[in-house]
Every structure is written in C-alpha cells, then in structure tokens.
C-alpha cells in the first residue's frame, strides 16, 4: 500500500454535538487504508496553518475515507465549515495501522478517551467484517454526556458498549479505565487497543500487563512532515535494540504498549 | 529552453533547487512522493560520529507563518549512515550532499576525513550552526575565528566540494562568511534556523522540552533574503540561499539577491510536489523576461 499525494473532495461535512465534525471525503487512492493509518491534510493554501495536519481515519469506505474531528482552533473550525465538493490536499495513507488480532480471536477490548475514538471506530468496523468470531467491546470516555452523545453515533451497534464520564452525566462517573476492573472486560482474554490521552493509555498498558494480555496504542503527536523524515514526533520508547527515539508517524502511529510503558 | 542547471565546484546540479539539512531525511522517507530527480540535489539529515538520541519531546510547534523546531540533531551515527543509507542514496539520480556535524574540531576533521572516502557523495555541508545543541554547532559558527578555524581544518581533511551552513544567530553574519571564505570554504549555504521560544501562558511552561528551538518558514524569508544579500556582497564563493521558500517566486528572491541555488525546507512538509514546482516556476519566469541562463539572474538586483 503506497503513500500518495492527491486531491480528495468532500462528499459530506456534518456537525455532531457542538465541537465534533464528521468529514466524508472521496479519495480513491485511499480504499486500500487499514485502521489505525492517518492522512496528513491541508487546511488551508496559506500559511495560517502552515503545517499540515494528522487525522486517524474514522473509517474506510468503498469510494474513500471518513475522519471525525474535534473542533479545537482556526484549521479544524474551517474543515467543519467545508462544502460538498471541496478540494482537500491529502497525503496519505501513512502509519502502521493496527495489526489484526489473529483469526479466532474471542474478543477485543477498544478503549477510547474522547476524539480518540476515531481510528478505533475504524478498527471496530474492521473487526465486525472480518473477524465476526470477536466479540468486541467498546469502552468510551468523555467528559461530559454532551461530548459522549457527540461521539456515540459512530460506533458501530455491533460492539457492546461501555461509557465513563468526568460528571457522570452518562454512564459511570469516573475514568473509562476504571471499566478495565470489571472482571467481564477480561473474559474471554481480550486484545486490548487504546486511543487517547497518554495517562489513559498509561492505566490501559498497565492493566493489559498485569493480565499478562496483548495491548497496542495508538499515539498522537505533533508532526510536520508524517513520512520519518523530520523527527519532530518521536516519543521516548524501549525497543529490542534498547531506549530510543521512536517516530509516531512513521514507526507507529500504533505501538505494542510495552514499547511506550515499560 | 532556459538552462537552470548549476555549478558549484564540481557538484553540478541540473536546477538550483536543493532539499534542506533535517527534512528529507535520509533521501528515502518522501519515497512515492517525491520523484527522484526532481530535486538538483539533496542535503541528508545532519550526521555525527556517533548515533545522537536528540532533545525530548514536544520538539516542534507551529508558529505564525512557521515552525519551531528542536530536534536535537538526532541521528543514526557514520558507521549505520554508510552501511545502511549510503547504498540506497548511492542508487539515487539526485546528487548527495551529505550534512555533518560535531561537539568538536577534531569530531568535524573524523567526519570529513571518513565522509572523503565514501563513494557516491558529491559534497559535504559542515553544520556549525545548530541552535538546539549545547556544544559545538552554533557556538562554532557565532565566532569569526573559531568558524574560519573550522573551516580551515575541514577543508585540509577533504577534496570533496565544501559548503560551510551559516546561522543568522550570529552579530554579523557577513564577517562571518568573509572569515569561511579565506579559510577554504567552497560555498556557502545560509540560513540555518534562528533561535525562538513559544510559551504557553496558562502552563507558564515553554512548549517546546528544549525550551527553545530554532524558527524556520516564511516567518523568516525576509531576513533571510536580507541576510543573502548582505553575505553575497562580502564574498566571492557561491551562495546558497534558504528560509521560507514557499514558491518560485520565493526563491527567485535569494536568487536575485545572489545565491546561485537555494534550499528548500519547511516548505517540503507543507508540499511534497514543491522542488518541481519552484523549478517549473524560474523556468516560466526566465521566459518571460528573456533570460536564458541562471546566472543571467543572479545577482541581478535593481536598487
């Protein structure tokens, strides 16, 4: 699967909550993504933003791709505000993506915090086609019931679903990892998958160590070029070959959790 | 057909449009991106004796109209540079330059002395201008005496064509490029990154883990025009000039104020598809104004 840089064009754009977008885009030189891969987009021609932009892909469809975004500055305020038709710059796909649990697999455990969710959306669609053996389980969380209700739509139905919140508002109150100590999560020994922030996927690498079960994370980083060749994402890691420097976009963005959290 | 090829000491380049130190890598990240070819020639990721682990993270954050960045120089060392990435650059259309750097003079000297030997490389660049490294780097090249002292030992280590890389973090960047000069250097090349901090009010802590980092993009092209001019008035070796290079119209300004062939860096992450576009962009614009060689432009400034 070859890195391609096109034009991509925007089928549908759709608000979800207030601060949550869902982008459609068709790009077909991008069928053959797999979940856990990225796309660096530009957001605009100028120079505010300069650098382009990493999103998950929320998932592949048979004419291109879908992202769910966060509304958090200038660059994503105006990707909400594109129109059917628009022209995105796209380099992509770019990453290692995920590696699928084997085949017979019984179950998989996908823990999201907050906008997180989006490449495990991708992951859990994947799943539900190709490994209908896998029981798979979602746990979400957000801090608020309105950032929840924002994201749940995209879940897909055959995933059982499990929600914390900061204020209780849905769900548990609490952290999504505190749904890992529900002894039902671990039975039947799960593969665990993480996206979020880097203390939730901490507590999820050490509860998938402490079971003694497989766990991969995908990270976020600040990135400029998303090929390896500028090593300005790289997070510190132990690797077979010692402590290095491992890059997110070109080494990762998905790593076995023991690399990241020894 | 205007001819844009370019000669500096006896690296030629078929355009005058050069990938920069730090953001092309080892010459085979942008694979499926970037056309080998497209580019005159490309500068490698600056290499140190040893493998180099760089600064922590966060090490870049964007600015307005740019980048900081603080990298660190992070690096897979000589010894897997020559074994593993020479091989695939060798089998490269686009001529390697390769980007070296030490803590001291005598690291500069092992560099240029074991770089000499290795085939396929078809020009060093000496680094003494980082800014995100403690020792060495910028500290050689802020100081006339210690640069042309470099300057003066690199170049009795190595035939291969020398460009010595200027910081613009220096009092007077001329003095110093006069000073490289007259110890041996074959071009020039400027400028590296200037020294910039971004601080987060809310945390009150720097954004950036090296607390400072070094600013590229257009933030900076017109001090890096301004700074080109200033240097191509003070010698008589090549310029290459670099800083914000967006377009071709962009680089048609170092050009005009004097470098004979610029670098391109930030703007390479931005658009991967920019060396063909600058070069197709300086090829339309002798056209149009009737020149037919490079160095019909260069230099060529009206005041």
Redesign the interface.
Known sequence: M????GIARIVTTALSGTDTVHLVLEAPWLLQARPGQFVML?VGDG??????RPFSLCAVTHSGIELLVKIRGNGTERMARWPAGHAVDI?GPLGNGFQPPPAGTASAVLVAGGIGLAPLVCLARWLRDNRPECAVRMLLGARTGTDCDALIPFIPPSCALQIATDDGSRGTRGLVTDLLEDAAVLRPAPVFYGCGPMPMLQALANCARRAGLPCFVSLE????????????????AITPRGP??VRVC?DGPVFDSRLIFP | MPDISVQIASLHLKNPVIAAS????YGQ??A??VEDGVFGALVT?GISLLPA??N???????T????L?A?GL?NIGLEAFVSEKMPLLRACMTPVIVNFYGTTAEQYVELAERLSDVEGIAALEANISCPNIKQGGVSFGTDERMAAGITERIRAATRLPLIVKLTPNAADIARIARSVEQAGADALSLINTLTGMVIDPETRRPLLANITGGLS??AIRPIAVRMVWQVCRAVRIPVIGLGGI?SAGDALQFLIAGACAVQIG?G???D??IAGRVAAGIRQYMEAHGFERLDQIVGSLIV
């Open positions: 070859t890195t391609h840089h530009r120079t505010a933003p300069l650098l382009r380099i980083a600040h990135m400029a070029c998303g090929v390896g060749a500028c090593l300005g994402c790289t997070v510190p290095a420097q070109a | 730090g953001t092309f890598g990240e942008y499926g991106l990721k682990p760089g922590p993270g966060p090490r870049i954050v964007e307005p109209s740019g980048m960045n990298i992070q993009g257009p967006m930030t390479l992450f931005v991967p598809a």
